[in-house]
């Protein structure tokens, strides 16, 4: 228990274990007006025993509790052929696919960006605000435009959502990579001047290296903003495939429980995506010779 208290497995047991217990709560008292109301008109009474089991076991709850959800993921999840559109899996596939090809548009556009901006004083003064202002404008408000602009021009399916994608990824990237290569300070690149290297390879050995563990902070807030544009960019299309999708057919026809699901889901993607961002870093670090 010593070792688990000293490391990080216990805190987030107890913060796990408080949020359900939370949310159980909060799934009672959420539904039980409506329990209550729905054995009224059925002439029907009940101890608060039975009052709280059926809150927990309503088909159209308020706030689902954890384990309806979990029992919907277990059906939509394992019970079904993954290639069925029932599956979540079939659908966070879709969600994924568009989310990995804007996450790298966003990311190359953001370095690009970063670089110009570093090494040109014009851009920095010029692109910079531009950059920062773009971020205030909601994406709920751009998302139908650009899907309604990209579909007069023939550009369906993947690409609109990926575009939409690209343009949430792009600025933390642009951001964290500014700050990466503006990171070596005044006696490093001293010391590269002594050496009399070129710009380029003060930029490729001191630059690069300094900038890589701002870069890849930046990549995981990126890959998850980076899913989040995917889902927004279903909604206004009224896609029959992906978590949005899901959401919106859940909202439709007032299935709580499977919008829930589909959020779980969602969260579920956007740790794997954090994760697999995290790896990568990790390979890239050892192979620079840097600590993991």
């Not at 435009?145 to 642009?174: D, E, H, T």
Request: charge should be positive; glycine fraction near 8%.
């Amino acid at each position: 228990m010593g070792r688990l208290a000293a490391g990080n497995a216990l805190p987030i047991l107890v913060v796990v274990a408080a949020i359900f217990a939370i949310w159980y709560v909060a799934a009672i008292l959420m539904n039980w007006q409506g329990v209550s109301e729905r054995l009224a008109r059925a002439g029907q009474s009940a101890t608060t025993v039975e009052l709280v089991l059926l809150t927990m076991e309503s088909d159209r709850p308020l706030l689902p509790a954890p384990h309806q959800i979990l029992a919907e993921l277990q059906r939509t999840v394992l019970e079904v052929a993954p290639t069925s559109r029932r599956s979540l899996v079939f659908h966070a596939t879709e969600t994924i696919s568009a989310t990995l090809v804007g996450f790298a548009i966003g990311a190359l556009l953001g370095i690009l960006i970063a670089v110009g901006i570093v090494h040109m004083r014009t851009l920095e003064k010029s692109l910079m605000p531009w950059v920062i202002s773009s971020q205030t404008v909601p994406i709920l408000a751009i998302a139908p435009i650009i899907v309604v602009v990209l579909g007069s021009m023939g550009i369906r399916g993947i690409l609109p959502k990926a575009i939409i994608s690209a343009y949430l990824c792009f600025f933390p990237v642009a951001i964290g990579m500014v700050k990466g290569l503006s990171a070596p300070d005044f006696l490093q690149r001293d010391l590269m001047r002594t050496y009399s290297a070129s710009g380029w390879q003060t930029f490729w050995k001191l630059k690069v290296p300094t900038s890589l563990p701002y870069l890849f902070a930046s990549l995981k807030v990126a890959v998850a903003i980076s899913l989040v544009g995917a889902i927004v960019a279903e909604l206004p299309t009224g896609a029959q495939a992906g978590l949005g999708a899901r959401l919106l057919a859940g909202s439709y026809f007032g299935q709580t429980i499977q919008i829930w699901s589909a959020l779980v889901m969602a969260a579920i993607c956007a740790a794997l995506l954090v994760v697999a961002v995290g790896l990568v870093e990790r390979v890239v670090m050892r192979l620079m010779g840097g600590r993991t």
